[in-house]
């Protein structure tokens, strides 16, 4: 005690020290990990013949692994059911076993992913088909063909693929034309978006960001109550540099459709997988791709091809009528956005221009 | 003679700037624990991690030492290099994954989609996007 009381000035100037210290130090704790320890847990893995990148929030890591694994098994139940290149899956077996003029039974979100598609087809006169397949599958872009088909199977196709073909029935599709082939790939990674975000609504994970080809479904939050921040591929720099970021709040999906993803080149020019329905050519609209920010991931991937094919005038007039925002890039490297997304959209490549 | 016991000595300043300083030592090598970077290379679903501070460590994946992925039949070469990762070459017939730039930041990947192939960054260094 003595000791003490001799060094007392020493002691008490040691301890103010200390606790200024300890303080400072909890405090930029506190703050960087904006009060709780929130762990990020990044999952990566193919499926739906894509990659997938989850990030996961959650405060607990065990729980990101279940929620990763509960995704997995979504998306693969969805690809064996969706997937045209799946002989089992429930759309193979419609397109090889379908009677003309029968009535086929479809699962639900098979049957509410074609009157959506259906929608489209219709509000874009044609621009859009749910059932293209015919024409995809005579091009086989995405099986590594590279030559124009012969001009009379062309138009034998373009007629199989024309969705005024399809009668939707009570629990069910009539298809009244032969050789018509379904196939949901325009909007399959948009719906895979929205099962998934179904999912993680039952479980206690706070946000998530899971990118499916080209679709990303932003949930939730982050813990720090910011934005999201996604980027949009820049569609001539394969070197993953991002065009721009689009910020947004949680659960919305961005689907985006580029002539970047597949094609091939011939005598200079580009043919790419998104096909015009009438001319049963790739799109060649100016557009080399298009972005749709939406609530609803059917909705922004299906909207995302129609604009795609639609060109940049029709494109946004479309967008505007339903309502959601889009970015738009055209061949002479400009860029538009929706009124929407002015403040939000971000440019970050110096090889386009914003237009205002 | 009070005055005088309170007088902070010679001796004292130096016991003062000691423990300041082990405190601030210690303060800082805890808020370092935990954040070192790392890159996940997962080939045919086996993962393996490296550090990021191993200066030009290159992976040929399809080797037996590394990886035994030689059943598959793919070769991609993984080249960690002053903090960064980048695809050297690859035998897959997009070339995708070799096109794409060097990555450093948390969450960046290259990804070979024909070959299966993912390189996938853990760190410190913040990436402005999430997805
Ligand atoms: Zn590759």
Redesign the interface.
Known sequence: MRFIARHRKFFNVTIAIVCILLFSFFAIRTITSGGHEVRTQVYTGIAMGTAIKKTIYAEDITVSDRVDKMIDETLQELENQISVRKNNSEISKLNSSYVTGGTNKLSDNVLQCLEVEIQVWRETEGAFSPCIYPITSLWGIEEGLAEIPDEALLQERILSSDANNIEVVEDGIILNQENMAIDLGAVGKGLACDMVKEQLMQTEIRGAVVSIGGSILAYGDKGDGKDWHIGIQDPRNQTGEVLGIIDVDGDVVVSTSGDYEKYFELDGKRYHHIFDPITGYPADNGLISVSVVSDSGLLSDALSTACFVLGLEEGMNYVQEKGVEAVFVTSDMNVYVTKGLKKKFRLKSDEYTLVK | MLED????KKG?YV??IF??II??VL?CM??NRKQGNYVHI?VDGMTKTYSLSENEVVLFVNDKQVFDASHTGITNTIVIENGQVYMKNANC?DQ?CV???S?SKH?????C?PN?V?V?I?GNIAN????
């Open positions: 016991k309170l007088r902070l004292d016991v003062i423990v300041v405190i601030v303060l805890n808020l997962t017939p995708v096109k794409h730039k990555i969450g960046e990947m290259i990804i989609l299966k993912f996938e853990e402005e996007i999430d997805n």
